[in-house]
């Protein structure tokens, strides 16, 4: 990680430039002056260039170290038993694996079981179609991973330049596989930037701090069919985490809390902001784990936006286990103390503990089995029996 950058007001216009030329030479436009004018838009600038020329010096060098790490990790063997019904399910039919006489959840891991070369071997689902921004990046291993992290980068970056930025040996763990996806490019001032939300060609950085559902839809449902392609390759929902760095933050926080299918691993917010008051949630989302980092030094989106993030959060989602670590002298980069939380965080993701066995859920009583599948925002008002609350509980 470089360090972080430090500009005077003077200075703005000087790296303003270079960001503009930087932009041109990548996309074949020539500018000699920086389209910003105010203060808030050249911070924007600032930024964007920081990102664009530490991707054009680093990301050769990490990409090669990082498929140098993928090459000499062994691939791991996948653990049935912590798959949902559902997911292992969803992961027999991606692989092409009949379970139309599979009636229960025994019979499905006896066929998973039956089959597990077939769903072992490193056959990697297509990104979802339709998406306009780059085919998504990894870091790790291409099958059998124990946790996935999809961490988008932040505004003006792409996938394989945020692999600079926090890839390698910074978050590298045995197990773990870390997903980069990329933004479409939109013009934004008459220069084609990446960008996960919709924004109209004038809008100003107060304007993108405060953006909502809207603007962030298609990205978020974009990522929520990464989501559900990781679920596919046979890892579980619960050992799957989101994340996002600026604006990819924002778009990883709403796409954490509104995914609808089964409870996530954690969703991870770094030096970003909330936007719109309101955001959709998930019953199944009522417990996620959510860690905030923001640092204390940061020009580009104030601290104040991070203890938002954190308290917005808290209030929509009063069950979720929300956490804020702020860092002195951290400008909007990273730095060793967040890269050791940011470690933390995934170490326990990587670690997580495997749902209860069937036999397990068939010996709790009815207020456990009730307790147990609120947690996990499954509805028990149809259950009126012990035993449909045992059924709905083999299905999650």
Known sequence: IPPPLEASTNGFHELASLAAKELGDQTGHKHSQPPAESSTDMLLLVATATFLLVRSSSKTLVGTASARQRSKRPARMLDFGALRTGELKQLLKSRGVSVTDCFDRETLLERAEERRACLEAPSVPPPPAGWAGADPLEQGPEGGADAVLILLHGFGDSGDGFISQMGGPLITQPGLRVVFPSAPRTQIGGFPVSSWLSLSPGVNPAQMMRAGGSEARSAVDYVHELIRR??????????????????????????????????????????????????????????????????????????????????????????????????????????????????????????????????????MSAAELKAWLRDRGVPTADCFERADLVARALEV
Do not use: N, W
């Open 230 to 363: 990781e679920i596919a390759r046979g890892v579980p929902s619960s050992a799957i985490a989101v994340g996002g760095f600026s604006q990819g933050g924002l778009v990883a926080v709403r796409a954490g809390l509104s995914f609808p299918d089964a409870p996530l691993g954690g969703v991870l917010a770094l030096s970003t902001f909330f936007g719109a008051e309101e955001a959709t949630v998930a019953a199944a989302q009522r417990s996620v784990r959510v860690q905030v980092c923001h640092g204390e030094a940061d020009g580009v989106v104030p601290l104040a936006e991070g203890q938002r993030v954190a308290e917005r959060v808290g209030r929509l989602v009063p069950g979720a286990a929300v956490s804020f670590c702020s860092y002195p002298g951290m400008a909007h980069a990273t730095c060793p103390e967040e890269v050791r939380d940011i470690r933390a965080f995934l170490g326990a993701l990587v670690e997580a503990e495997a749902p209860p066995e069937a036999a397990d859920l068939k010996a």
